[in-house]
T-cell receptor, first 114, second 118 residues
Framework: AQSVAQPEDQVNVAEGNPLTVKCTYSVSGNPYLFWYVQYPNRGLQFLLKYITGDNLVKGSYGFEAEFNKSQTSFHLKKPSALVSDSALYFCAALAGDSSYKLIFGSGTRLLVRP | DGGITQSPKYLFRKEGQNVTLSCEQNLNHDAMYWYRQDPGQGLRLIYYSQIVNDFQKGDIAEGYSVSREKKESFPLTVTSAQKNPTAFYLC?????????????????FGEGSRLTVL
C-alpha cells in the first residue's frame, strides 16, 4: 500500500536553531512530494514540492526540503527557526496511479520556543 | 480574489441528522477533493472528483455522499450512517494537466468546516 510516514508527532526547537521535520514515503513510480503547513483551525498552506531535478527544493518562508531517493525521504528543513514557525506540518505524496490524489502523513507539530 | 470557500465554518448536528458542507472554488480547477482531519491521523480522503458529473470514493467514503453538478461546486453530505462524524473537514482543488490524469501542481485548500455531533 502507498503511504507517507512522519515518525515524529512533535518536534521542539529553540528559536534561531535549525529545524528538521522528517518524512518518508512509499509510492510507486517517480514520487511527487509536497510539504504543507497548517495553523490552528485553518486550511493547509502549500510550502514546497519536489517533482524532478535538484534534490534540494526551496519553498516559502525560508523552508527547504531534501529529496533522498535511496532513503525514500523528503525531510523539511530550515536553517534558523522562528517562533512563528510553530504549526502543524504535513508531508504528502502523489499516489502512483492514474488519478491525481495526495496521500498525507499524520502530521508533525513543530514547537519553536523563544 | 480567487480561492476556495467552505461554509459553514462551524456546524453542530444532532445524531440522526444529515448535514451538507459547502465547497465553492473560483479558480477554474478541474479536480476537487474532500478530506477529513482527526487529531493524530492526518488527512484522509473521503471523495474526489476530476470532472463534472463524475466522482470517486476515497479511503473513507462510507457514510458520506457528494455531487459535482457544476465545476465550481463540490458539496459533501454527512449522512446519519456516518458513525463518528465529529471532525474537521477540508475541501481542496487543483488544476489537472492536459492529459487529465495527473498534474504536478499543488492542492489549494479551503479554511475548513468543523462539524460537531451533539
Amino acid at each position: 500500500a502507498q503511504s507517507v510516514a512522519q515518525p515524529e508527532d512533535q518536534v521542539n526547537v529553540a528559536e534561531g536553531n535549525p529545524l528538521t521535520v522528517k518524512c518518508t514515503y512509499s509510492v510507486s513510480g517517480n514520487p511527487y512530494l509536497f510539504w504543507y503547513v497548517q495553523y490552528p483551525n485553518r486550511g493547509l498552506q502549500f510550502l514546497l514540492k519536489y517533482i524532478t531535478g535538484d534534490n534540494l527544493v526551496k519553498g516559502s518562508y525560508g523552508f527547504e526540503a531534501e529529496f533522498n531517493k535511496s532513503q525514500t525521504s523528503f525531510h523539511l528543513k530550515k536553517p534558523s527557526a522562528l517562533v512563528s514557525d510553530s504549526a502543524l506540518y504535513f508531508c504528502a505524496a502523489l499516489a502512483g496511479d492514474s488519478s491525481y490524489k495526495l496521500i498525507f502523513g499524520s502530521g508533525t507539530r513543530l514547537l519553536v520556543r523563544p | 480574489d480567487g480561492g476556495i470557500t467552505q461554509s459553514p465554518k462551524y456546524l453542530f448536528r444532532k445524531e440522526g441528522q444529515n448535514v451538507t458542507l459547502s465547497c465553492e472554488q473560483n479558480l477554474n480547477h478541474d479536480a476537487m477533493y474532500w478530506y477529513r482531519q482527526d487529531p493524530g491521523q492526518g488527512l484522509r480522503l473521503i471523495y474526489y472528483s476530476q470532472i463534472v458529473n463524475d466522482f470517486q470514493k476515497g479511503d473513507i467514503a462510507e457514510g458520506y455522499s457528494v455531487s459535482r453538478e457544476k465545476k465550481e461546486s463540490f458539496p459533501l453530505t454527512v449522512t446519519s450512517a456516518q458513525k463518528n462524524p465529529t471532525a474537521f473537514y477540508l475541501c481542496a482543488s487543483t488544476q489537472l494537466g492536459s492529459s487529465g490524469a495527473s498534474n504536478t501542481g499543488e492542492l489549494f485548500f479551503g479554511e475548513g468546516s468543523r462539524l460537531t455531533v451533539l
